[in-house]
């Protein structure tokens, strides 16, 4: 497998960051100007080929992955607060997590943005992200939610959503 897959194993600490036993990150991981700090990952979790993990360490941004989560593969999570994984919680391919917005003030050239309004991003436990989905800055999916494919999330849900769309809006509420 590789030299993260052999340390998550038995549980470990690399560049700032710990991974739980038994956790996978499967190969062609990106490393490339991925800052690992602040990163927690709980047991049993599998972050799939390609993904893009990072936080924004001048910021002190922090990532958590519950135990028993999967991530899918290309996905992207960017952290300059806080972004939240509750546990055994199912993130599809291709899902973009952030949790702030970059200052485009006139005059800042746009290879410096500097990063703006960092605010939580929290995915309650035992939830489901579809495919394609981008989750902005601030919002709060309770647990044991679903969102469709495709969606774009741009304000908080209740316990037990069913939510999609573009902007993304409540489905229904599970029984």
Known sequence: MGFIYFLAQ???RLKGASFGKHCRIWPN???????WSNVRIGPNVT????????TLGKRGGEILIGESS????????SAAEL??????CLISFRVT???HDHDFTLGNSPATLDISNPRSVRIGAR????????????VQIGPDSIIA???VVTKSFPPRSVIGGNPARLIKLRQ
């Open 10 to 12: 038995f549980g470990a």
């Open 29 to 35: 991981y990106d490393w490339l100007r991925v800052s």
């Open 47 to 54: 972050i799939g080929r390609r993904a893009w993990i990072q």
């Open 70 to 77: 999967a991530i899918g593969r290309d996905a992207v999570f």
């Open 83 to 88: 972004i939240e994984i509750g546990e055994s």
């Open 97 to 99: 997590i952030v949790d």
């Open 127 to 138: 939830s489901f992200v579809g495919a394609n989905t981008t989750i902005l800055k601030g």
């Open 149 to 151: 494919a495709g969606s």
